[in-house]
């Protein structure tokens, strides 16, 4: 691999400052091929230790120790990934990428580098938004890997070919399938301060147990995803339709005593959050297409919800 504009690739302490220095951009390739923050820092941690495993020797002749570390990365995440699909038939319910929250909304004070949280260093842009994880996630691993490294973080085909095991023209079409997936399943976002009007009215009309209004700014072919992991209380299958959607929150508001919903930065794009106890309990990302909500995913598995409750 050649090197790449950014830090990690000054010579004069490859041993200490150029690893830690490309802490950032590994979290980030974790979370966007893995869609899990906590298996993104394993994987950070174990490109680490396979760094410090070779001798100073071997680590001296590693022209860039920045493109030796992504693609260590890469392929760990490859191999992550095509055991996921195994793992996932045990996953109780619905499968959910981990949401993140925007680093304002949880100051920690901890400083940048090996002691930061992983999420904070975690870049908030249109590839981390929830819909657009959720389709990675329903790619193949070599497609999903091709298309981040190459079309998010701008590695030459020839590159991933090194971490992928495949030929640069076979990547070429795997991340031209995906770059056809994303096109085919996201309609255009309307702009951030209407995108937060719609959660911002879906609230008060949650909260107000209004059904007309929640179906009105539900899609009729709107999808209802929950995320609990067989740990905290969901839906085990999707809920279809606006309609179906509008009544179970409306149920659900009035069932649950004690629940505060905030308006918060859900990956990068308006979200809700709710609490009970001032203890954040459920995080909800949407997709909005014109003026009508076209998807809703709520995590609630609380192993998902670390960044939310933390600090």
Same mark, same amino acid.
């Given at each position: 691999?050649?090197?790449?504009?950014?830090?990690?690739? =000054?010579?004069?302490?490859?041993?200490?400052?150029?690893?830690?220095?490309?802490?950032?951009? &590994?979290?980030?390739?974790? #979370?966007?091929?893995?869609?899990?923050?906590?298996?993104?820092?394993?994987?950070?941690?174990?490109?680490?230790?396979?760094?410090?495993?070779?001798?100073?020797?071997?680590? =001296?002749?590693?022209?860039?120790?920045?493109?030796?570390?992504?693609?260590?990365?890469?392929?760990?995440?490859?191999?992550?990934?095509?055991?996921?699909?195994?793992?996932?038939?045990? #996953?109780?319910?619905?499968?959910?990428?981990?949401?993140?929250?925007?680093?304002?909304?949880?100051? @920690?004070?901890?400083?940048?580098?090996?002691?930061?949280?992983?999420?904070?260093?975690?870049? &908030?842009?249109?590839?981390?938004?929830?819909?657009?994880?959720?389709?990675?996630?329903?790619?193949?691993?070599?497609?999903?890997?091709?298309?981040?490294?190459?079309?998010?973080?701008?590695?030459?085909?020839?590159?991933?070919?090194?971490?992928?095991?495949?030929?640069?023209?076979?990547?070429?079409?795997?991340?031209?399938?995906?770059?056809?997936?994303?096109?085919?399943?996201?309609?255009?976002?309307?702009?951030?301060?209407?995108?937060?009007?719609?959660?911002?009215?879906?609230?008060?009309?949650?909260?107000?147990?209004?059904?007309?209004?929640?179906?009105?700014?539900?899609?009729?072919?709107?999808?209802?995803?929950?995320?609990?992991?067989?740990?905290?209380?969901? &839906?085990?299958?999707?809920?279809?339709?606006?309609?179906?959607?509008?009544?179970?929150?409306?149920?659900?508001?009035?069932?649950?005593?004690?629940?505060?919903? &905030?308006?918060? @930065?859900?990956?990068?794009?308006?979200?809700?959050?709710?609490?009970?106890?001032?203890?954040?309990?459920?995080?909800?990302?949407?997709?909005?297409?014109? =003026?009508?909500?076209?998807?809703?995913?709520?995590?609630?598995?609380?192993?998902?919800?670390?960044?939310?409750?933390?600090?």
């Amino acid at each position: 691999m050649t090197d790449h504009p950014g830090p990690g690739h =000054d010579r004069s302490d490859a041993g200490l400052s150029a690893i830690i220095s490309e802490r950032r951009q &590994l979290i980030n390739l974790g #979370y966007r091929l893995l869609g899990s923050l906590a298996e993104a820092e394993d994987v950070v941690q174990e490109t680490y230790a396979r760094w410090y495993a070779m001798s100073p020797r071997e680590r =001296d002749a590693i022209a860039s120790p920045g493109a030796w570390l992504t693609r260590v990365a890469g392929r760990i995440c490859l191999n992550l990934l095509s055991s996921a699909r195994a793992r996932r038939e045990t #996953y109780v319910g619905e499968w959910i990428p981990e949401p993140l929250p925007d680093p304002a909304d949880r100051a @920690t004070g901890r400083p940048d580098g090996i002691g930061a949280d992983p999420a904070d260093q975690v870049t &908030l842009d249109e590839s981390v938004s929830m819909a657009f994880l959720v389709v990675l996630d329903a790619m193949t691993p070599a497609e999903r890997v091709a298309f981040v490294l190459h079309d998010v973080f701008r590695y030459s085909f020839a590159e991933v070919a090194e971490i992928v095991g495949r030929t640069p023209a076979a990547c070429r079409q795997l991340a031209s399938s995906a770059r056809r997936r994303i096109r085919d399943s996201q309609a255009a976002a309307p702009p951030a301060s209407r995108q937060a009007a719609v959660v911002r009215e879906f609230k008060q009309a949650w909260e107000a147990q209004d059904i007309n209004a929640l179906i009105g700014l539900l899609d009729p072919g709107a999808t209802g995803i929950a995320d609990g992991g067989g740990i905290a209380p969901a &839906l085990l299958r999707p809920i279809e339709g606006g309609e179906r959607i509008a009544r179970h929150f409306a149920a659900l508001a009035a069932r649950v005593s004690g629940l505060t919903l &905030l308006e918060r @930065t859900v990956n990068g794009r308006p979200g809700l959050i709710a609490q009970q106890d001032a203890v954040t309990v459920s995080v909800f990302a949407f997709e909005i297409a014109g =003026d009508r909500i076209k998807h809703i995913w709520a995590v609630r598995n609380p192993d998902k919800l670390h960044p939310w409750t933390a600090g």
